[in-house]
């Protein structure tokens, strides 16, 4: 099924930066953790456990400087999915419980950046251990990959038609 190498070291935060200034792991659970997110020089954490102390999360985070997004979601709608991945800005922070739902967005994020399905999988798998997707998570980054293509090919169209404009006047 999922393989999560650092989610079997349970005393210690593993930031994974997945591409330059993104980051993954399991959600911060002491004043150790978030020093550590603070000297990698993260501004901004997304948690993906809605309200699970969110409130105690944040106030440790803004102790820091650090400003703190939450939201409650899971990677099987594709809009609210889009959704999470607007919020990831770097130099940021994406976490859940157990790293297995950031790893999914993490896939995500690589291909909205360019990446395709296969190459964001397998950079995710090497720097983050996820082995497997599940069905409706595979769905989902496939509509992000046929999507990302129509806007390619929309973005092409309407270049020809201003290069023909050009040629016109």
């Known amino acids: 099924m999922r393989k999560m190498q650092f989610a079997r070291d349970e005393d210690w935060l593993d930031l994974t930066e997945i591409s330059p200034g993104f980051f993954v792991s399991r959600k911060p659970r002491n004043g150790q953790e978030y020093d550590l997110i603070r000297s990698k020089g993260i501004k901004t954490v997304v948690s993906l456990l809605g309200p699970f102390g969110a409130a105690e999360e944040k106030r440790a985070l803004s102790r820091r400087g650090i ?3 939450r939201t409650q979601l899971k990677a099987h709608n594709f809009e609210e999915f ?3 991945l607007e919020m990831l800005k770097p130099p940021c922070l994406l976490h ?4 297995a739902q ?3 967005f993490a ?3 690589l291909m909205k950046k360019g990446a395709s399905l296969e190459r964001a999988k397998k950079i995710v798998e090497e720097k983050f251990g996820l082995s497997d997707l599940f069905d409706s998570e595979e769905k989902i980054l496939r509509e992000i990959m046929r999507r990302r293509e129509l806007q390619r090919k929309k973005n092409q169209g309407r270049g020809k038609r201003i290069a023909q404009r050009r040629r016109l006047k």
């Open 82 to 84: 889009e959704g999470v």
């Open 107 to 109: 896939v995500g994020y």
């Open 102 to 104: 950031s790893a999914v």
């Open 67 to 69: 400003e703190f997004k």
């Open 96 to 99: 859940c419980v157990g790293g």
